[in-house]
């Protein structure tokens, strides 16, 4: 089955840095991906949409200067946490689709941040 | 709006006994898909099932089961002989046909005593 594969599974940072989350899809081409955080004990709530080729589509709420998002080629998408600080913290996950509407989404092993 | 409702927060059963996971879905689309994910403590997502709007026969794959009732917006999952393995946390989804974004629950927190 389709593999999506996130790099780094697991990052700590000093806060102020940026960190760069790479997912990629392994095995198909994927036009477009979402970028999911989950805090603690807490429910994924998705952040953006990642449109191959063009600007990300961010939901309400979350900041596109702080977590750039680019997906320059059908099978790569990177999440960049700017300036990042300890309430940046958290298990953020892609998820890709493979096809059109056909309801595949496949995830990636997620990476956890944490940012001292 | 799409709106998914786990009212179960957190189940412990004792090993051996059966257990359904509660899952309540709002949508205005008349096609649209449902999901259960199992996280384990690693954090991964496993995906367990996938069911169409226009499908409404249970399924059943080895110990899990799942009963998709359009009438009540209901798509409940049932564990039966629980062990140990299945202690995670559990999510329902909901995908409109034409939106590729997923809607999760608060997800429900099984716990499997020995």
């Known amino acids: 089955g389709a593999v999506v594969s996130q790099h780094p599974s697991r990052v700590i940072c000093k806060s102020g840095t940026s960190v760069k989350i790479e997912c990629r899809s392994l095995?198909?081409?994927?036009?477009?991906m979402f970028w999911y955080r989950q805090f603690p004990k807490q429910s994924l709530m998705l952040m953006a949409t990642s449109n191959e080729g063009s600007k990300a589509t961010y939901e309400q709420g979350v900041e596109k200067d702080k977590f750039l998002i680019n997906h320059a080629s059908l099978t790569l998408s990177t999440l960049t946490v700017t300036s990042a600080h300890p309430e940046d913290s958290s298990f953020y996950i892609c998820s890709a689709v493979s096809g059109a509407n056909t309801g595949e989404l496949f995830f990636g092993e997620g990476s956890r941040l944490t940012v001292l | 709006a799409q709106k998914v409702t786990q009212a179960q927060t957190e189940i412990s059963v004792v090993e051996k006994e059966d257990v359904t996971l509660d899952c309540v879905y709002e949508?205005?689309?008349?096609?649209?898909?449902l999901f259960w994910y199992k996280q384990p403590p690693s954090g991964e997502l496993v995906f367990l099932i996938r069911r169409n709007s226009f499908d409404e026969q249970n399924e059943i794959s080895g110990r899990y089961s799942w009963n998709f009732q359009k009438s009540t917006s209901s798509f409940n999952f049932t564990i039966t002989a629980s062990q140990v393995v299945d202690s995670a946390v559990y999510f329902c989804a909901l995908r409109d046909f034409g939106n590729e974004k997923l809607t999760f629950g608060t997800g429900t927190r099984l716990t499997i005593i020995p």
């Open positions: 095995d198909f081409q994927a036009t477009t």
């Open positions: 949508t205005r689309d008349t096609t649209y898909y």
